[in-house]
């Protein structure tokens, strides 16, 4: 059941040999928001995932929070979590277009007290944090980590979080493509998961980068990285557009989930804990 055309398969996340692959991405992001696509393809949060991140919440101890939302596009997870919390929010993403669209909903929610949106690098990112205070939860949507390039970088990205985070109580909530179910076609040889895949809107082809995981992979970087994985599960059996485009999908879909072995999953869901 795939999203998506995959038209090659690179054995190095490089789409532009002379760019690097932050900045094609994020042009590539700034397109897909800009022309609606993305919000046609996924116009909510998945109800799966947008529970447990809840119920994460609530598993901690209560106090007013500090939320990041890292990759946050235009705030499909963020927002409705805004709306279900008393917490503030930072708001961190690549993409210019997406944090402009975010800042619009904001507006007319009448919530842009509580966010803070930021655009640049991870250092910018950093010393936004350093003014602000450490995080209680992290959240890394639908696949923002296998858009990262090379194993290496990953990591370096999944530190850096990790020091961001107020205390062993604080908690990283992320989802990766599942590569048992994702692209599978694409996935037999020498590519370690890393593919290169293009979708085509109103005559307009929008190319990624994705790294695909396994569960046990998964779990392999987020403990090299510092972190103890307290729970990992199915973040959809259908696509993950079926799940956010129908009600009735999203909440058959939601039943399933709860049942549904990791490895069976559409997307792989973890929670993790700094070491």
Known sequence: MSEHKAEGVAPTPILDQNQPLTQVMSRVYDRYFRTGYYDQRYPVANRHTFHLILSALEGQEWRPKHILDFGCGNGR????????TDDNFT????????LELLAERLDIEGEKERVSIIHGDLGQLAEHIREQGPV??????????SHVGEREQRLLV??????????????????????????????????????????????????FFYHLYTPAELKVELEEAGYVVHE????????????????????LDRAICRVLPTHRGYGILAIAGPR
Do not use: C
Not at 181 to 186: C, D, Q
């Open 136 to 145: 209680d939860l992290i959240m890394l949507m639908f696949g923002v980590l």
């Open 77 to 84: 997870y963020l927002l409705p979590v805004l709306k279900r």
């Open 158 to 207: 999944l530190r850096e979080l990790r020091s961001f985070l107020a205390d062993s109580n604080s908690l990283i909530i992320l989802s990766v493509p599942n590569r048992l179910r994702r692209f599978k076609e694409k996935t037999g040889g020498n590519n370690g998961g890393d593919i290169v895949y293009s979708r085509k809107h109103q005559g307009e082809e929008l190319t």
């Open 232 to 251: 990992m599960s199915a973040e959809s059996y259908f696509p993950e557009s079926w799940v956010t485009r129908s009600k009735v999908i999203g909440s």
């Open 91 to 98: 708001a961190y993403d690549i993409s210019k277009t997406t």
